[in-house]
């Protein structure tokens, strides 16, 4: 059965903090790792990883995956209250459907 | 606002009955996909149609259903409504069948 677990559950820090949210999986047919970050409502996309060792980059956040352990790592440097979300991990399967993981709830207080 | 337009919003009723959940995808969007999110089970793919077809279809009841129209809209229709089908359903289009762009969702609730 495929699998995608997150890592942890729910964090709480301090604004400035850094994190590291964690995302293992074991799936058929990996095709895709993508991050999303889901705020009050839609998920809105951060990342799509197809290469190990090969970091994503967006301002604060990056993100890394690697294939031969089977999981990713979602950095977010010098937090802010705004980062406050579900980050939501996912692999594409490639057969246009994605095996979610259960998210991690994330709370940056000021 | 992403582009995918969900309707309604909220939508509240009772066990044994039938609801229909829509769903605009993004201009150019040819793919739809309809997830379930309930809070003890995540994001669940329900099924995928691309260009009216059904193309793939994961974890749906055969209470549910759904459908493409010609003008790429999206129904689903969910029926003989239990209370644990109480949960944030989303609907989600693409171009490449890979970036997901998600509406807001339809928050449903069984009473």
Request: with cysteine; hydrophobic share 35%.
């Amino acid at each position: 059965e495929d699998k995608v677990v997150q890592s942890p559950l729910s964090l709480v820090v301090h604004e400035g903090d850094t994190v590291t949210l964690n995302c293992s999986y074991e799936v058929t047919n990996f095709r895709s790792l993508l991050w999303y970050k889901q705020e009050k409502k839609a998920p809105t996309f951060l990342f799509m990883l197809t290469s190990s060792g090969i970091e994503k980059k967006s301002g604060r956040l990056s993100s890394i995956l690697d294939k031969k352990e089977l999981f990713s790592i979602l950095n977010i440097t010098a937090t802010q209250t705004g980062d406050s979300a579900i980050y939501l991990c996912a692999v594409d399967k490639g057969a246009q459907k994605l095996v979610f993981g259960q998210g991690t709830r994330l709370t940056i207080n000021p | 606002d992403s582009g995918v337009t969900q309707t309604p919003k909220h939508l509240i009723t009772a066990t044994g009955q039938r609801v229909t959940l829509r769903c605009s995808p993004r201009s150019g969007d040819l793919s739809v996909y309809w997830y379930q999110q309930s809070l003890d089970q995540g994001l669940q793919f329900l099924i995928q149609y691309y260009n009216g077809e059904e193309r793939a279809k994961g974890n749906i009841l055969e209470r549910f259903s759904a459908q493409q129209f010609p003008d790429l809209h999206s129904e689903l229709n969910l029926s003989s409504l239990e209370l644990g089908d109480s949960a944030l359903y989303f609907c989600a289009s693409s171009v490449d069948n890979q970036e997901l762009t998600f509406g807001s969702g339809t928050r449903l609730t069984v009473v």
